[in-house]
């Protein structure tokens, strides 16, 4: 079985959520046939299915034939998942009494009156 974050990436592969992720994994597997099929058969599937963990399988091969690869494929998983969608994440934890100002980058000030 795949090391889990291999298993976690290939699940979040099958549903897209993060396109720079399938991207880069589509085009590192384009030129082997039987990788691609494995991406092509996750597609849709739910995160614990046979077809999931194949493709988990085939991340772990791949990573371990290219860890250039794999240290890629890491950085950008760390990357999405730290967001949940390639972007920000803004969480209020605890009541608030006043304004929240939820943003990504801000260039400048920002004034509450």
């Known amino acids: 079985m795949a090391e889990p974050v291999l298993v976690s990436i290939a699940s979040a592969l099958a549903t897209r959520a993060f396109a720079r992720l399938h991207d880069l994994v589509r085009t590192r597997l384009a030129d082997d046939p039987e990788a691609s099929a494995a991406l092509a058969a996750a597609r849709g599937a739910d995160a614990g299915s046979p077809a999931v963990a194949a493709l988990g399988e085939v991340l772990e091969n791949t990573e371990r034939q290219d860890p250039a ?45």
């Open 69 to 113: 690869f794999g240290r890629e494929l890491r950085r950008e998983w760390e990357r999405a998942s730290a967001t949940g969608t390639g972007g920000v994440v803004n969480q209020v934890t605890a009541p608030v009494h006043g304004t929240v100002v939820q943003a990504g980058d801000i260039q400048g000030g920002v004034t509450f009156r």
